[in-house]
DNA sequence: AAATGCGTCAACCGCCGGAGT
DNA sequence: GACTCCGGCGGTTGACGCATT
């Protein structure tokens, strides 16, 4: 059931109606829009007392007038102490570029291997510069190959330089190349990975491919899964929070 | 100086999968 | 197995600031 209401942003006097369906957002009284300092302060308080975790339940303990999941964003994308403030670095910039072309839009993957940076951060520059930067170059943003040959290759088909193309829309949650995220389960098909169905997945492979990736050489042939197609219970999927930033080589 | 256009990015939405019951 | 709760993800929106006219 959907419901519309009108609502006026804290930082603005225009209002919007947006559709509202999610319990946590259609509880009166809940405010919406930027976090004022107050607010933030309360939140790193109570985090730092308590630990992160039960969203859900964390604005009424913390004594905020927010839902859990706009907690967690503001958390998550802004106050985390190890959240790096500041303009994407050329190096940073070029990782982006490497992890977009092998895995898509999975911004959570990419934020994972770049310390201090935030799947959403990494959404937005890529949407902002990266998407734009690439067309400038006649370079196409999804498959990263050139605009006037992007027709020419099915998605999943390998194309010079040794890449795969993953299957367009490779970001929903319910097509058939998702790459998991979190603890979750998801299929790569006919990427580099062959066409295997990740039901079960284990860390250590998919995170050494990942770390090559980063290290510039994404088809060392040192790495198993680049030589053969891996076997399901050779991968796990790790996020960004799954990863944590201890994991990321030093050597980046 | 005012109006308009455009770019950026914080925040929100809808949905999904896992865990617990 | 069905249901609910929760955390998390990717896509989208819109407020705001800056540039241009």
Not at 117 to 137: A, G, P, V
């Amino acid at each position: 059931m959907l419901k519309t209401v009108d609502m006026t942003s804290s930082s603005g006097n225009r209002s919007v109606a947006r559709k509202i369906t999610t319990p946590c957002c259609t509880k009166m009284g809940m405010k919406r829009g930027p976090w004022t300092l107050e607010e933030d302060e309360i939140l790193v308080s109570f985090i730092k007392k308590e630990g992160e975790g039960r969203w859900r339940s964390l604005p009424k303990r913390a004594g905020l007038l927010r839902c859990g999941k706009s907690c967690r964003l503001r958390w998550m994308n802004y106050l985390r102490p190890s959240v790096k403030r500041g303009g994407i670095a050329p190096d940073e910039e070029d990782l982006i570029l490497r992890l977009h072309r092998l895995i898509g839009n999975k911004w959570s993957l990419i934020a994972g291997r770049i310390p201090g940076r935030t799947d959403n951060e990494i959404k937005n520059y890529w949407n902002t510069h990266l998407r734009k930067k690439l067309l400038s170059q006649g370079i196409d943003p999804q498959t990263h190959k050139p605009l006037d040959a992007s027709n020419t290759h099915k998605p999943g088909e390998e194309v010079p330089g040794g890449q795969y193309l993953l299957e367009p829309n490779s970001s929903s949650h319910t097509d058939d190349t998702t790459v998991s995220s979190g603890n979750g389960a998801g299929k790569i098909s006919n990427s580099v990975f062959g066409d295997e169905d990740f039901g079960f997945c284990y860390d250590d492979k998919f995170s050494s491919f990942l770390n090559s990736v980063i290290n510039d050489d994404p088809f060392d042939s040192n790495i198993p899964v680049l030589s053969q197609p891996l076997q399901t219970r050779d991968f796990i999927v790790g996020t960004s929070s799954s990863l944590g930033h201890d994991q990321i080589p030093k050597d980046m």
